[in-house]
């Protein structure tokens, strides 16, 4: 018997704005992806590649046609049923979004204050864990100003995934990386998903990276579609 997708999504529209101003910036999205399927987005720059990953990552309410995630459907969702959604969820940013303040324990550490049952010495456990298996052992009482990016990287997956979620997002993972940096993050988040059992969606403009993917889709004006393979020749050259 075949599980459920950890992404169902059909007929999915999305608006900015109210009145004159109302702007469609998703139109008519349809897309499924399987429990432990890593797929990869991409396309150019405004095409609404953030906007669905926001709606899926449960950040803003989907408006129109269906957004299952998990087996919850979520349109119209109200504030309280996002939160709940989210714990299942982790999110991996462009700009990694460390707290300056917080080493990078105490950084992984809050991923686990939307889990109420986990007790406090649970917690410092599996962030020390998780630190560990990136790599970052050593660095668990660093603060981010004295961490390379990479390893801040490194630090925002290990955030992601230490509450071990069923489904992880990924905004642009290496932009801000150089060719090794983000080669060695991705297949990280690749090994760490397929341990726990993980779906990732990455949306990324590094065609470097293109090879950790089950499969590509492309976002284009609002619209999603599958790239050919003229599209994918281009894209590796």
Do not use: W
């Amino acid at each position: 018997m075949r599980s459920q997708p950890a992404i169902s999504i059909a007929n999915l529209s999305h608006y900015y704005g109210q009145g004159n101003l109302r702007k469609q910036v998703l139109f008519n999205i349809n897309l499924t992806i399987q429990t432990g399927e890593i797929v990869i987005m991409t396309g150019p720059s405004g095409s609404g590649k953030t906007t669905l990953l926001s709606l899926i990552g449960c950040l803003r309410s989907a408006q129109e046609g269906s957004l299952q995630i998990l087996g919850q459907e979520l349109r119209n969702a109200n504030k309280q049923r996002l939160l709940h959604s989210r714990r299942n969820i982790g999110y991996i940013f462009q700009a990694h979004n460390l707290l300056e303040f917080l080493t990078a324990k105490q950084n992984v550490m809050m991923a686990l204050e939307l889990h109420d049952h986990i007790p406090h010495h649970e917690a410092t456990a599996k962030a020390e864990q998780m630190l560990s298996v990136v790599g970052l052992g050593k660095h668990l009482h660093d603060y981010p100003e004295n961490l390379s990016g990479g390893q801040k990287q490194r630090v925002a997956i290990a955030r992601a995934l230490v509450s071990h979620p069923k489904l992880a997002l990924a905004d642009e993972p290496t932009a801000a990386l150089d060719k090794k940096s983000g080669r060695d993050v991705v297949e990280l988040m690749q090994y760490l998903a397929q341990e726990q059992g993980c779906t990732i969606l990455l949306v990324t403009h590094d065609n470097r990276i293109l090879d950790i993917a089950d499969r590509l889709v492309q976002m284009e004006d609002g619209h999603l579609t599958t790239p050919n393979e003229s599209h994918l020749s281009s894209l590796a050259a």
